[in-house]
């Protein structure tokens, strides 16, 4: 069964880094666009930051911009996640999604909290 696992979470505080993992098992990443999503409780689900299936495009939101870095390594089927200088606002569960053409798959989600 085709799934993403995602890890790397966990309570740190105010200006401190985590590094997420979306790792793919059952299916190969190389093709497929990853984007970093996450929900914060009351809150929509936000687009974080995205990558293309070279790495050779990335885009994120302009509240992480400058703090994360995206970055995936198709040979280990991983695509990461830097996340440093966190604030209390990036606490939220985050997780992967991948998409190529029709065919997506979520991660079940990996929480970050950042205190203050």
């Known amino acids: 069964q085709p799934q993403l696992v995602e890890s790397g979470g966990a309570l740190v505080q105010s200006g401190g880094s985590l590094r997420l993992s979306c790792a793919a098992v059952?299916?190969?990443?190389?093709?497929?666009?990853i984007g970093w999503f996450r929900q914060a409780p009351g809150k929509e689900c936000e687009g974080v930051s995205c990558?293309?299936?070279?790495?050779?495009?990335?885009d994120y939101a302009g509240s992480v911009k400058g703090r994360f870095t995206i970055s995936r390594d198709n040979a280990k089927n991983t695509v990461y996640l830097q996340m440093n200088s966190l604030k209390p606002e990036d606490t939220a569960v985050y997780y992967c999604h991948a998409k190529v053409s029709l065919r997506g798959y979520w991660g079940q989600g990996t929480q970050v909290t950042v205190s203050s």
């Open positions: 990558i293309s299936s070279s790495g050779g495009y990335t």
């Open positions: 059952g299916f190969t990443l190389d093709y497929y666009v």
